[in-house]
């Protein structure tokens, strides 16, 4: 897995990328009531404000984090957006990217190099 700055991973499966956000970031954000995804087969480019997430402390806007066409979403969050708290790393996931260009992860950090980034 690699990770942002902006506390999203991401875990390649193939030559598809899930994203999501990290356990840190549900901790500053609080509880998910409200998640709106990018539409399957959108092209979206590194940096695009794509997912718009609502908690009971804030609102905040998830960019993509690399150029690429979203392949899939993750429709539970439309009912249970409560699913990112609970499993952040897992069921919690925002969206699948096939990337244009797979070598733009590389410039993302590893897991110890985020754990000593929020630390």
């Not at 990018?38 to 940096?47: F, L, Q």
């Not at 066409?69 to 699948?96: M, Q, R, S, T």
Request: proline fraction near 6%.
């Amino acid at each position: 897995m690699k990770f942002t700055e902006e506390h999203e991973w991401l875990r390649p499966e193939d030559d598809i990328v899930v994203v999501g956000i990290t356990e840190h970031a549900t901790e500053q954000l609080g509880d998910l009531v409200f998640v709106e995804l990018p539409e399957a087969g959108a092209t979206v480019v590194k940096d695009d404000e794509i997912v718009v997430i609502e908690s009971v402390k804030a609102a905040s806007d998830i960019c993509a984090p690399l150029d690429g066409e979203i392949v899939e979403v993750n429709e539970a969050l439309a009912d249970n957006p409560a699913l990112v708290n609970e499993d952040p790393l897992g069921n919690g996931w925002f969206f699948k990217i096939r990337p244009a260009d797979p070598e733009q992860m590389d410039g993302y950090m590893d897991e110890a190099a985020y754990k000593a980034m929020i630390a």
